[in-house]
């Protein structure tokens, strides 16, 4: 009797995916338990990633069509791990002249992190790029109970309040986490262990080894990945977060070590688009809603943070003149 090895059922596996079989109907299907599953899936994901660069090396030498190349994701990978000793990432939403940029500054680190972090502000917190993220949160049911907490964490880093703001975001990011693995606080599942959550991104290939857009899955999986394990969920019995940027300092407030920073929320702000990214990518929807935006609600939202932003701008000046 010839013996099935994990390479010929990631073959089996991969062949199902691709048609948009289940999961868990894959599974089924080849007989594999947990342990066996946890050799294909890795296989499957490395056949995906495969499968990605020959398409995206074939979309490279048409004509007319544009993509981001192979060599081009290695080059964000490499910036990716790069930024994460800063607890940084490029955020999903940037464009090649940017990430280029944000490439030659990080050649200059650790000088350059001010003016990394100044750069990545001054893309990412514009009204138009937090009216997007909420609506993140809006367009996935599972997350929709987080709106009020995102809207607060805007409102507030407008206002400056940067500790109100860090606060509201750092527990949505293990709320996000605990709704994805399923578990919502009202039926009998429970509750998965921290250390479960913390990994738990990074274990997103055994849940969906066939991600969409598979190579940009990969990058954003490793780099949020990298931030939760190595900072803000980082064992405080093992070392120290970077830049204090510690879920454990502001659950506790043990020590008197400044957190709730500007660029501390600029570092959630962008590690939660990350895993809005990495989740929208996992559960493969029909349409992904970053670019089936409300345009009514998203126009109301960026006029009402303009006009915050301009109210901050004139009390910030009649500040300066009683002083």
Same mark, same amino acid.
């Given at each position: 009797?010839?013996?099935?090895?994990?390479?010929?059922?990631?073959?089996?596996?991969?062949?199902?995916?691709?048609?948009?079989?289940?999961?868990?109907?894959?599974?089924?299907?080849? &007989?594999?338990?947990?342990?066996?599953?946890?050799?294909?899936?890795?296989?499957?994901?490395?056949?995906?990633?495969?499968?990605?660069?020959?398409?995206?090396?074939?979309?490279?030498?048409?004509?007319?069509?544009?993509?981001?190349?192979?060599?081009?994701?290695?080059?964000?990978?490499?910036?990716?791990? =790069?930024?994460?000793?800063?607890?940084?990432?490029?955020?999903?939403?940037?464009?090649?002249?940017?990430?280029?940029?944000?490439?030659?500054?990080?050649?200059?680190?650790?000088?350059?992190?001010?003016?990394?972090?100044?750069?990545? &502000?001054?893309?990412?917190?514009?009204?138009?790029?937090?009216?997007?993220?909420?609506?993140?949160?809006?367009?996935?049911?599972?997350?929709?109970?987080?709106?009020?907490?995102?809207?607060?964490?805007?409102?507030?880093?407008? =206002?400056?309040?940067?500790?109100?703001?860090?606060?509201?975001?750092?527990?949505?990011?293990?709320?996000?986490?605990?709704?994805?693995?399923?578990?919502? &606080?009202?039926?009998? #599942?429970?509750?998965?262990?921290?250390?479960?959550?913390?990994?738990?991104?990074?274990?997103?290939?055994?849940?969906?080894?066939?991600?969409?857009?598979?190579?940009?899955?990969?990058?954003?999986?490793?780099?949020?990945?990298?931030?939760?394990?190595?900072?803000?969920?980082?064992?405080?019995?093992?070392?120290?977060?970077?830049?204090?940027?510690?879920?454990?300092?502001?659950?506790?407030?043990?020590?008197?070590?400044?957190?709730?920073?500007?660029?501390?929320?600029?570092?959630?702000?962008?590690?939660?688009?990350?895993?809005?990214?990495?989740?929208?990518?996992?559960?493969?929807?029909?349409?992904?809603?970053?670019?089936?935006?409300?345009?009514?609600?998203?126009?109301?939202?960026?006029?009402?943070? =303009?006009?915050?932003?301009?109210?901050?701008?004139?009390?910030?000046?009649?500040?300066? #003149?009683?002083?």
């Amino acid at each position: 009797m010839v013996k099935i090895t994990a390479a010929d059922l990631a073959v089996q596996a991969f062949a199902l995916l691709q048609v948009n079989a289940p999961v868990t109907d894959v599974k089924t299907t080849l &007989g594999m338990d947990s342990t066996m599953w946890s050799k294909v899936s890795a296989l499957v994901y490395e056949k995906a990633k495969a499968a990605g660069r020959q398409e995206r090396d074939w979309y490279a030498q048409r004509p007319h069509v544009s993509t981001t190349s192979n060599s081009e994701i290695t080059d964000l990978l490499a910036l990716n791990q =790069q930024l994460a000793d800063y607890a940084l990432l490029a955020p999903p939403t940037i464009t090649v002249a940017e990430f280029r940029r944000i490439e030659q500054l990080a050649s200059k680190l650790p000088t350059s992190e001010s003016t990394i972090l100044a750069y990545l &502000g001054g893309i990412f917190t514009l009204p138009k790029m937090f009216a997007i993220l909420k609506q993140g949160f809006e367009n996935f049911p599972a997350f929709q109970s987080f709106v009020p907490l995102v809207e607060a964490a805007i409102l507030s880093y407008y =206002q400056e309040n940067y500790i109100s703001s860090f606060l509201s975001l750092v527990p949505i990011v293990e709320g996000l986490i605990l709704r994805w693995s399923g578990f919502d &606080g009202t039926g009998p #599942k429970a509750k998965p262990d921290f250390e479960v959550v913390r990994k738990f991104v990074g274990n997103s290939y055994l849940r969906q080894p066939n991600p969409s857009n598979v190579l940009f899955h990969d990058v954003y999986v490793r780099a949020s990945q990298a931030i939760l394990t190595n900072h803000l969920y980082l064992n405080s019995a093992t070392g120290s977060a970077y830049a204090n940027f510690s879920r454990h300092l502001a659950a506790h407030l043990l020590t008197d070590q400044t957190f709730a920073t500007q660029s501390n929320c600029v570092r959630l702000f962008i590690l939660l688009d990350a895993l809005l990214t990495v989740y929208t990518y996992e559960i493969k929807p029909a349409k992904d809603p970053r670019f089936h935006v409300n345009q009514s609600v998203l126009e109301q939202d960026v006029m009402r943070y =303009q006009q915050l932003l301009l109210h901050q701008h004139l009390f910030r000046n009649e500040q300066l #003149k009683i002083d």
